[in-house]
Every structure is written in structure tokens, then in C-alpha cells.
């Protein structure tokens, strides 16, 4: 179950049946408060009729303004509704061929009733390619590389419906990023996609359109979280680490390595990327996300982030991070990050993506001592400033568009009993001038 029944307050006992209702009927709901219209959508086109079948261009959006589909990439799978073949595809291809034995001369691509579609590799022949194709399923977030945003590949169906009356749409469709976690729905007719010419002075339509939209649940995606937040700051020498056990636990885990060990390089080289090979922790999450509130100026603060990796076997590729913060409407300066401001409540800004610059810190490397990226952040003063519990440290924080683990709000950093109410550095400077003059004055 992803939600459990609660009471809420209101007349009579009205609210606590409708939410006990949607938990059943929702019991992994895919709903994004910071991405509320993120989805990925597949496009059925058809292009063109042959004598038993069709030819479609499938293409995979990404809607979503900050998850993306990392390596080891996307597949693809449904069911045919008749006793259809796949007999070419480009750009992609399916992982199994199934039983073709009854054909005789030309062999189907594939003839198994549920294939699996997966896209090809980086550096494929040109001419088994289509545009958008070949990326190895890796597709970006719409924020982070929008023209990188799509994946595409050409399907030659037989044995099918000749005519849109005929044609009969697939069902039961699954998208695995490479695991679980979208959910799709069935295949919709929609209008077909009109298409521009390179000089947009003709427009074509495709012959039919279908589409699928597939939406997210972390809940689905995997069984525990995959990144916690640990805090600090100036004021306070505590550093709050993140939750213990907050992806797990060491004794329930068996691919745990402590990072001095001497067996760690032979551990690592076995590895093949699939599984996490994790560094002992106590919190055992594969990412930790540090935030240290650094300085405080008379107008501005400054705070600083670092990104670690915790996971041996694993890399991130054009990662992203997402905070929610109530003063990211008066952020003054960036450092070596990119940012994106994602206003989910429309004139409220208080959510921030942020990334790395391409080619610099757009690589986040395994465990070890490269494995971390780091950036400071400078803000402006508003009326709402404040050093006292715990304004300054974050509400909310995705990595990859997965929901971190934060510490409890009792365990944050606090101002010492004596320190006056956005007490600065420079404030104490001055203090410590004044008091000098005053010394001095003093003496005959």
C-alpha cells in the first residue's frame, strides 16, 4: 500500500471514508506536488499502409520537468490484440525473437505476442537509425536538455489491419526505466500528428494516432529510498547526519563494503553496474545530499551544497537536484550549478532545479574520493529571514526526481540560547569595533 487512511478533520466522519476510499483505489499514487502535469507519453504514428499491416514511428516523450530515464535506458512492451509480427524495425530492436517456425522464406523481427522493445547503442550503422533514435534509452529531463527529451524508432507491423477500421491497437502497455515504476494506461485514439515541412510551408498527417500516457510512483520504482539529506551551519558545530537507516540497514544488507577495505578493488571490478554495491553507512543510501547553511552577511547568506556518491558501482549521469526553499524568489548567485525555478504554485517561487554544468560537473563519479559535486548558493534577505528552527535548511529534496530522507525538524541545527534573532557575522564585527573604542576611551 502506498498511502494508509487517516482521519481528517471535518464534519462527521464524511473526509475520513473519502480518503480511506482513495487510498484504496490509489494505493501507489503517481501525483507530483512540485511536477503536477510531469508523464511521459507514447505516440503511435502511422505512416504508411503495406499489403499486410502498417508502418508506425513510436516515439517516447519525456513531459516531466526533472525525472529523466538513465542508463541502462527504456523498454518498451505490450500485447497484440490479433496475431501480429513485427517484421523490421529501426532503431530499436526487440530482446527476444520468439517462435517464428511457421514462416517460410522471409523471417519475422520478432513473433512473440507481448514483445520487448529496447532502443540501440550510441555509434549504430546509419542505416539502421531514424531521428531520435539510438541513445541506448537514455532520455533527458523536458527542463534539463529538452532537445534530448524524446527517443524514437520505426516499427514495420504484419499481419495486421489494413485501414483504421481494421487496425487494432496493442494493449496491456509497460514502460520499465529499466526497472518498474510507470504505470500506463490503454492505448487512446487521438487525432493524427500533423507534421512540418523543413521550410514549414507544407503540412502531412500521419494516416492514425495513438496514444499512452505513463505516469510515476517512487513507491513502484523501488522498495526503499535512494538519498537522505544530512544538515549543518555556522552556528552550531553538530552536524546532523542523515536518519540511520534511512535506505536500509547494514544488517539486512549484503552489498555493503567498508571503504577501507582491502578487498574493495576486487569487489568493485566484479561489479557489473546492475545491482548497487553500496559504502557502509548508517544511513546506506546510495546518494547523501549535504546542506551547510555557511555564512550570514548583513543583507545576503550564503549556503553550501555537495552531492555524494555513495555507490560503487554505479555513476549519474545529468543529474539533477530539486530543493524547496522559501527564499529561492530572492537567490542572488549560482556557483558551477545551472538553475531552473519550477513554481509548481504558480506566483509562488520557492522550488529550484539545479544541475551541473555540461562537460564540468554534469557527471556525478562512483564512491570514492571524486564522487561528489559541490556548489554554493547566495541569497538575499527578506522580511521572512531567519536563523531560529531551522528556517534556513530545506522543506524538501529530490535527487533524480526521487524524494530524499530528511532528518526530523527537532534534530536541526539550533541557534545557541545567547544569539539574538538573525544575528550576522558582521553584526559581531562591529560589536567587537565598538567595544574596542570603548576600551580605549577608558583609558587615561
Known amino acids: 500500500m502506498g498511502c494508509v487512511s487517516f482521519p481528517v478533520l471535518g464534519p462527521g466522519c464524511a473526509a475520513f471514508v473519502l480518503v480511506s476510499l482513495f487510498c484504496l483505489w490509489f494505493p501507489s499514487s503517481a501525483y507530483d506536488p512540485l511536477d503536477p502535469n510531469g508523464y511521459i507519453t507514447i505516440r503511435w504514428d502511422i505512416m504508411s499502409w503495406t499489403p499486410d499491416g502498417y508502418v508506425a514511428t513510436v516515439t517516447v516523450f519525456n513531459f ?97 489491419g489494413t485501414s483504421n477500421k481494421t487496425v487494432k ?36 498527417q500521419a494516416l492514425m494516432t495513438w496514444n499512452v500516457t505513463c505516469t510515476y510512483s517512487q513507491f513502484l520504482a523501488q522498495k526503499t529510498p535512494t538519498c537522505c539529506v544530512s544538515l549543518s551551519s555556522f552556528y552550531n558545530d553538530t552536524v546532523v547526519p542523515c536518519p540511520t537507516c534511512s535506505c536500509g540497514c547494514q544488517t539486512n544488507s549484503s552489498s555493503c563494503v567498508e571503504p577501507n577495505s582491502p578487498h574493495l578493488a576486487s569487489v568493485v571490478s566484479g561489479q557489473n553496474g546492475a545491482n548497487p554495491l553500496i559504502q557502509c553507512t548508517n544511513h546506506m543510501c546510495p546518494v547523501r545530499i549535504h546542506w551547510h547553511v555557511k555564512l550570514n552577511y548583513q543583507l545576503y547568506w550564503r549556503v553550501k551544497v555537495t552531492i555524494t556518491n555513495f555507490n560503487y558501482a554505479s555513476n549519474y549521469s545529468q543529474w539533477n537536484l530539486v530543493v524547496q526553499h522559501p527564499n529561492f524568489d530572492n537567490l542572488t548567485q549560482l556557483f558551477s550549478f545551472n538553475y531552473q525555478s519550477l513554481t509548481p504554485y504558480a506566483s509562488t517561487n520557492d522550488t529550484a532545479m539545479l544541475w551541473g554544468v555540461k562537460f564540468y560537473n554534469d557527471f556525478l563519479m562512483e564512491a570514492g ?30 535527487f533524480n526526481g526521487d524524494n530524499c530522507v530528511m532528518p526530523p525538524p527537532d534534530a536541526y541545527p539550533s541557534l545557541p540560547n545567547a544569539s539574538p534573532r538573525g544575528f550576522s557575522s558582521s553584526s559581531y564585527l562591529v560589536l567587537v569595533l565598538l567595544a574596542a573604542l570603548v576600551l580605549q576611551c577608558r583609558q587615561p
Open 64 to 160: 516531466q520537468k526533472y525525472r529523466h530515464i538513465q542508463a541502462p535506458g527504456w523498454s518498451l512492451g505490450w500485447t497484440w490484440a490479433k496475431k501480429e509480427v513485427i517484421w523490421s524495425i529501426m532503431g530499436a530492436e526487440t530482446t527476444e525473437q520468439g517462435d517464428c517456425s511457421k514462416f517460410k522464406g522471409n523471417v519475422p523481427h520478432c513473433c512473440k505476442k507481448n514483445p520487448t522493445v529496447v532502443d540501440l547503442l550510441p555509434g549504430t550503422p546509419y542505416n539502421q537509425q531514424i531521428a531520435n533514435c539510438c541513445k541506448g534509452g537514455v532520455i533527458t529531463s523536458l527542463l534539463q536538455d529538452p532537445a534530448n527529451a524524446a527517443s524514437a524508432f520505426q516499427v514495420s507491423v504484419g499481419a495486421s
Open 169 to 204: 491497437l496493442p494493449k496491456n502497455i509497460t514502460l520499465n526505466t529499466p526497472g518498474p515504476g510507470y504505470t500506463c494506461s490503454s492505448a487512446q485514439i487521438v487525432l493524427p500528428t500533423r507534421f512540418f515541412s523543413s521550410d514549414r510551408r507544407r503540412v502531412t
Open 369 to 398: 574520493p571524486l564522487g561528489n559535486v559541490q556548489s554554493e548558493l547566495l541569497f538575499q534577505k527578506d522580511s521572512s529571514f531567519t536563523l531560529e528552527k531551522g528556517w534556513a535548511f530545506p522543506r524538501r529534496v529530490y
